[in-house]
T-cell receptor, first 111, second 115 residues
Framework: GESVGLHLPTLSVQEGDNSIINCAYSNSASDYFIWYKQESGKGPQFIIDIRSNMDKRQGQRVTVLLNKTVKHLSLQIAATQPGDSAVYFCAESYNAGKSTFGDGTTLTVKP | GAVVSQHPSRVICKSGTSVKIECRSLDFQATTMFWYRQFPKQSLMLMATSNEGSKATYEQGVEKDKFLINHASLTLSTLTVTSAHPEDSSFYIC???????????FGPGTRLTVL
């Protein structure tokens, strides 16, 4: 079946460094991608999204890059802060339908 | 805006009992809500899609008679775990699809522990 996966299960960075979290997806028909942040014991929190007609989108301290050729999605966090420590999930959907979540990457920011 | 609440946030019950979890969109209407289950250190797994005024659509492997879903209004969906057993212990998360934005807004989750 279709799946969305993450390359690395854990990522540890120093406070102030940039973080890059990667995601591979397998459904070439997916047209909408989202990054979520989930803190322990809480629901997912929307970070940023991108549609398939774009290859880059920037938010506050975050950038999402989409490479449809290799079906790859990445989340870049600039100047990572301790408050960014969480599990990050990518998700993909098609035609405003249900989302399929990836496995998640645990980001740990060392002070 | 776009706040989704869940109640209760945490519930402990005995094996064999039924538990109802409510999901509410507080400041927007949602014809579609989703129910997910998340085991420790795992991703969110979609259980079912809840449609207002019609039957829920269940994912493969999810027992519809065990996980009863009712979407009675544009702001409320309920998930009832019937005859709960310890293996049903999990973190249950709902989301609501905004009509105008088509974005998915998540609730804070409900921690179910079945003894």
């Amino acid at each position: 079946g279709e799946s969305v996966g993450l390359h690395l299960p854990t990522l540890s960075v120093q406070e102030g460094d940039n973080s890059i979290i990667n995601c591979a997806y397998s459904n070439s028909a997916s047209d909408y991608f989202i990054w979520y942040k989930q803190e322990s014991g809480k629901g997912p929190q929307f970070i940023i999204d991108i549609r398939s007609n774009m290859d880059k989108r920037q938010g506050q301290r975050v950038t999402v890059l989409l490479n449809k050729t290799v079906k790859h999605l990445s989340l870049q966090i600039a100047a990572t802060q301790p408050g960014d420590s969480a599990v990050y999930f990518c998700a993909e959907s098609y035609n405003a339908g249900k989302s399929t979540f990836g496995d998640g990457t645990t980001l740990t920011v060392k002070p | 805006g776009a706040v989704v609440s869940q109640h209760p946030s945490r519930v402990i019950c005995k094996s064999g009992t039924s538990v109802k979890i409510e999901c509410r969109s507080l400041d927007f209407q949602a014809t579609t809500m989703f129910w997910y289950r998340q085991f420790p250190k795992q991703s969110l797994m979609l259980m079912a899609t809840s449609n207002e005024g019609s039957k829920a659509t269940y994912e493969q492997g999810v027992e519809k008679d065990k996980f009863l879903i009712n979407h009675a209004s544009l702001t409320l969906s309920t998930l009832t775990v019937t005859s709960a057993h310890p293996e049903d212990s999990s973190f249950y998360i709902c989301s609501a699809l905004g009509l105008a934005t088509e974005k998915e807004y998540f609730g804070p989750g409900t921690r179910l522990t079945v003894l």
